[in-house]
């Protein structure tokens, strides 16, 4: 099983600043990785797939990079409705996803 | 309005069974790759299960054997039938459309683009 880590697991930004969230994967995944965002009782998000391609109708403040085993997503600013919680996603290993453990994006 | 619905989620008890369904609209469930994912409370998520839009079905070792996911065409709905549940399969269980193109055997993937609401699960006795 590829096991997806998360870091930092909180992360705590003023509103308009930038915030870079990280994701390591146990073994390479190329580009198969996908970011959600999740707001409290709602379901998740789909943000990123292809490690950097953004899904429809989500704005260009997110960006995502990285391949192999080293992921990042970037806000580059914080609105209000950013504040959340984000998982990465490896599908490398189609059909059994793997998610990571989250990343709490809090109001400092 | 492309939309999913979750529903039978409850209280059981521990060796129990329960079946979920997922009420798809806007677009046909079997002509996609339809999954089932879950969320302990507190806790990240977890991939549950998969059906293909051809049938074939993949599970998670920690369900594989005890669920079955399925789906009647006629209903455009999806289900999870679990049976021998166990408290650590108490979660908030959420229906998802997996985007997937399939070309001369390979499969691309690009996300999860439809979720449910969820539907909550609690193991207890």
């Known amino acids: 099983e590829i096991v997806m880590t998360q870091s930092p697991a909180t992360l705590s930004v003023s509103p308009g600043e930038r915030a870079t969230l990280s994701c390591r994967a146990s073994?390479?995944?190329?580009?198969?990785l996908a970011w959600y965002q999740q707001k409290p009782g709602q379901a998740p998000r789909l943000l990123i797939y292809?490690?950097?391609t953004r899904a429809t109708g989500i704005p260009a403040r997110f960006s995502g990079s990285g391949s192999g085993t080293e992921f990042t997503l970037t806000i580059s600013s914080l609105q209000s409705e950013d504040f959340a919680v984000y998982y990465c996603?490896?599908?490398?290993?189609?059909?059994?996803?793997?998610f990571g453990g989250g990343t709490k994006v809090e109001i400092k | 309005e492309v939309q999913l619905v979750e529903s039978g989620g409850g209280l059981i008890q521990p060796g129990g069974s329960l079946r979920l369904s997922c009420a798809a609209s806007?677009?046909?469930?079997?002509?996609?790759?339809m999954s089932w994912v879950r969320q302990a409370p507190g806790k990240g998520l977890e991939w549950v299960s998969v059906?293909?839009?051809?049938?074939?079905?993949y599970y998670a070792d920690s369900v594989k054997g005890r669920f079955t996911i399925s789906r009647d065409n006629s209903k455009n709905t999806l289900y999870l039938q679990m049976n021998s549940l166990r408290a650590e399969d108490t979660a908030v269980y959420y229906c998802?459309?997996?985007?997937?193109?399939?070309?001369?055997?390979?499969?691309?993937?690009?996300?999860?683009?439809?979720w449910g609401q969820g539907t909550t699960v609690t193991v207890s006795s």
């Open positions: 806007g677009f046909t469930v079997s002509s996609n790759y």
């Open positions: 059906i293909y839009s051809g049938g074939g079905t």
């Open positions: 292809g490690a950097s």
């Open positions: 996603q490896q599908y490398n290993n189609w059909p059994r996803l793997t």
């Open positions: 998802a459309r997996n985007i997937v193109e399939a070309a001369a055997g390979d499969y691309y993937y690009y996300g999860m683009d439809v």
């Open positions: 073994q390479s995944v190329s580009s198969n």
